[in-house]
């Protein structure tokens, strides 16, 4: 892996220098000449690390929602908790989010075949007692119960 690092950032060198050099010397080793080679190299650069930088991955295994039932911290804050999964299974995980704020936790297991997840939603209680979030485990977070591996 390390070697993929050292020929790519020897690449990455030699196309600046490369671009640098022939913008100035097209433009003239003047102010504007070098302010196009920076420009011209900095949009290089942002345009080839948004095409081939890969999206990060954001693992929904861990989920704290609102009443709402739209996430309420980090990367995914905002977007509805059903949106993070399979159409297939929207539905059953939106109702046992409306349970979990009800303070019904659940366990249930939803799919078919390798596509079969095991989640869990719980209520979040305040200091105060109240139910204020609910809770969505998935994957291996959760420990099934054999009634519902079934």
């Not at 019904?104 to 939603?121: K, L």
């Amino acid at each position: 892996m390390n070697s993929h690092r050292v020929g790519s950032t020897i690449l990455l060198a030699g196309g600046i220098f490369l671009i640098f050099g022939g913008l100035s010397s097209a433009l003239g080793l003047s102010t504007s000449g070098v302010v196009a080679s920076v420009a011209a190299i900095a949009a290089l650069l942002y345009a080839g690390g948004v095409w081939f930088g890969q999206a990060p991955h954001i693992d929904p295994s861990v989920v704290l929602f609102g009443r709402d039932l739209a996430v309420a911290g980090g990367a995914l804050r905002g977007r509805q908790v059903a949106d993070l999964f399979d159409d297939s299974i929207r539905r059953q995980i939106e109702s046992a989010c409306r349970e979990a704020l009800d303070g019904r936790p659940s366990q249930f297991s939803c799919g078919s075949g390798e596509a079969r997840r095991a989640f869990e939603a719980a209520p979040v209680r305040g200091t105060d007692g109240v139910i204020s979030y609910g809770l969505l485990l998935s994957g291996g977070l959760v420990k099934i119960d054999a009634a519902i591996s079934a």
